[in-house]
T-cell receptor, first 111, second 110 residues
Framework: DAGVTQSPTHLIKTRGQHVTLRCSPI?????VSWYQQVLGQGPQFIFQ???????GRGNFPDRFSARQFPNYSSELNVNALLLGDSALYLC??????????FGPGTRLLVL | GQQVMQIPQYQHVQEGEDFTTYCNSS?????IQWYKQRPGGHPVFLIQ?????EVKKQKRLTFQFGEAKKNSSLHITATQTTDVGTYFC??????????FGTGTRLTVIP
């Protein structure tokens, strides 16, 4: 079975731009969570979606938004990019939110 | 806010030596999970502990959950070079999100 997939794998943007990251969960998983991992730190929780509804939100500004589609895939959107948004963005899927299976991540560099 | 701290931040061991990382939460957890992240990779789920005082073993790895459900530990016996990576604990307070610890980066010297 395919694991969690994310696209793109790498991305370079400039300050002020907008970015959309995509995630496809493991087949049968209805929950998707997004994390930001800055170099040298642990992943920081951004959002959790379950059955297309937001179930949890971390301490991130409103520039960050997400949604989940009927096929349970998800998008993370970040507006007005800042240099500090440079990080590895991880998507994780689970059946209901417990054990998280992570995708390979999208490495975002903001210049 | 909830915080999960891990010590040590870094650990260098000779191959064959034991290794332990400790995790402490500022709040009581409904469960705790452990992940391993290889350099350049993504976190990979190792185990979940739910019960107070629970101990679980996976080959050379032993995981413990404290009686108060606020701390946990991971012990690796006789480390191998394949154990290299960063080990994260992640606390679940039951509020639909995971708080990851600061991680312990393990280096194994052959």
């Amino acid at each position: 079975d395919a694991g969690v997939t994310q696209s793109p794998t790498h991305l370079i943007k400039t300050r002020g731009q907008h970015v959309t990251l995509r995630c496809s969960p493991i087949s049968g998983h209805k929950s998707v969570s997004w994390y930001q991992q800055v170099l040298g730190q642990g992943p920081q929780f951004i959002f959790q979606y379950y059955e297309k509804e937001e179930r949890g939100r971390g301490n991130f500004p409103d520039r960050f938004s997400a949604r989940q589609f009927p096929n349970y895939s998800s998008e993370l959107n970040v507006n007005a990019l800042l240099l500090g948004d440079s990080a590895l963005y991880l998507c994780a899927s689970s059946t209901k939110g417990e054990t998280q299976y992570f995708g390979p991540g999208t490495r975002l560099l903001v210049l | 806010g909830q915080q999960v701290m891990q010590i040590p931040q870094y650990q260098h061991v000779q191959e064959g030596e034991d290794f332990t990382t400790y995790c402490n939460s500022s709040t009581t957890l409904s469960n705790i999970q452990w992940y391993k992240q290889r350099p350049g990779g993504h976190p990979v789920f190792l185990i979940q502990l739910v019960k107070s005082g629970e101990v679980k073993k996976q080959k050379r790895l032993t995981f413990q959950f404290g009686e108060a459900k606020k701390n946990s530990s991971l012990h690796i016996t006789a480390t191998q070079t394949t154990d290299v990576g960063t080990y994260f604990c992640a606390g679940d307070s039951g509020a639909n999100n995971l708080f990851f610890g600061t991680g312990t980066r393990l280096t194994v010297i052959p």
